[in-house]
């Protein structure tokens, strides 16, 4: 598929004004035939359609904000769109969610929907594919129209736009410093897959607070997990083993949960045994027995932070450079890593 | 706020044809002065504005469908969403997902933003306020447009549109029932205020499998909470008295795992001395401990169901009557009710 070409895009590759453009593909009388013949020829190479409605439509404000996410049974998700619900609804937005389903093809569908006149500007946390393949011409399209974009938690550092990141190497620094400090020795790190932007911070995190404290990295307590595949018997591998590790630090609630309920099984006891933090605080972790320590995540905070970046950039009320803002997270602690005495 | 005007109903109102009150609205001489006055005097008493843009738009196929919830923190809705999701792709249909937060006049916005020419049809499950209030003019007003429109598990029986619900009675018939059967003989029921409609389903299906059975209804054994306030403080009332139940049916799984927490903490053996059941089975029931018994939805199918009702409404493929789908639940058993012996 060609890249989407705009009047801009012509302007910028011959070095002449959009007004210029707009008159070529017009046929004016004020522009050279020479530049008229070019511009027009490279205008129907890359099937540029001068669709009136969609420009209309596109320059039309409609006060909403299109937010896409990779999937929408992550309790995080869900409080990230509560956040910025919040704040967009304080500021006179409505809000539209599409759903990737981490798939490239499903994000660059929703692109063209949602950009296509239905939203002022977007907020988008990556999909595994995207991150995976590194496609990003949709991205790249959008910023070169200069549509108003905000990414969080799943971000590309290359990409010229405002974003939202949580503190996942400090969350991941914090929570395995507080498993060292409670006596354990063999931290487990259960993790994602590489591509994964946040799984890679947070290994970056626990990696940092075991050299900090002198402890000897050992990669054989590194797992990662491949999230298309049975859950159970992936992280089953990181506890039936001859030789068990004493904690478990996992980068999400899900892993943490499915740890500790194996744990247990094996008849082991929390945390004397082996003591256990999932990354982010949903639904799940109050209700385990014992409760997870977790590393809590802020997604309403988040939320509302994207949301007032989006919104300034609509507005042209943000500074032109763009911003980078780091969410910090902490540590509740709950009886999976409390000890009773 | 003078409900919107349009075309289809200023005909309606004067009993003449749509292309008729379009002629007079434009002055065409082809329609009698009488009538144009009237018809003219009507549309400037409700503000009627022929917007070409909108028009045009409304018409045009988005192959877009809008989902509007009530919040997005529940995984029912979730899971709802991924059946949509799942079922849409397959037809070539995108889907945008706005939230009413339970909100009469949030929902009132999503209708004007979706229906505005985004979207070819609407799924909605209806806000709380909104049921409270009754105010169902906005469905009114794109029914009698004839924008395709399903409704699905919070619905209003009396809106003509297709609906696709939970056999909400027979689920909790069910899950009354297998709890009369391990021997409780005072279970309680931990339910919604009045107005929400599935909370007084389940209530209904409760109340019939104690008749059945032939218990005596006490009506002290049946609390309805307050969603807006201290969940914790509510739930403990069911179980700290003097005479507590020997089992509980919750309408949603945050009720029963708040009970199982409480119950454990107040020393009791689960199901032993109070077994427990939740409805819906999420992403806490399978972790808490014991696990909890859960009257599975399906969100998944309903969101598939409600999706191809509005396809073939939107393709003109439907029957014209209206249809009400009814999925049925099932008792997925786990060791909340589950005795050792």
Known sequence: ???????????????VSISTVSKALKDSHEISEETRGKIKAFA????????????????????????IIPEIVHHFFSTVINGIEQYANEKGYNVMVCLSNESYEKEVSNFSVLTNGSVDGLIVSIARETQENEGYKHFDAIIS?????????????????????????????????????????????ITTQDFITVGSLRKQGYLKALKTRGIT???NLIYKIDDTKDLYKQIEKVIQVKNPPDAILAVNEIYAAIALK???????????????????????????????????????????????????????TAP???????????LKIRKSTLSEN
């Open 262 to 316: 194996i744990a247990k099984e094996k008849g082991l006891s929390i945390p004397k045994d082996i003591a256990i933090i999932g990354f982010t605080s949903g639904l799940i972790s109050e209700f385990t027995d014992p409760a997870l320590t977790s590393v809590e995540q802020h997604g309403d905070l988040m939320g509302k932070q994207a949301a007032e970046l989006l919104i300034n950039r609509i507005e042209n």
């Open 1 to 15: 598929m060609k890249p989407r070409i705009t009047l801009k895009k012509i302007a910028k590759e011959f070095g």
């Open 145 to 189: 129209d200069d549509f108003p974009l905000v990414l969080f938690d799943r971000i590309i550092d290359e990409l010229k736009c405002d974003k939202v990141i949580i503190d996942d190497i400090g969350g991941a620094f914090k929570a395995t410093n507080h498993l060292i400090e409670i006596g354990a020795k063999r931290i487990a790190l």
């Open 44 to 67: 129907d190479y890359y099937n540029y359609k001068p669709n009136s409605l969609a420009l209309q439509l596109r320059n039309q404000k409609t006060s909403v904000i299109g937010v």
């Open 217 to 219: 990295i050992d990669e």
């Open 320 to 330: 032109s450079e763009y911003q980078k803002v780091v969410i910090s997270s902490n």
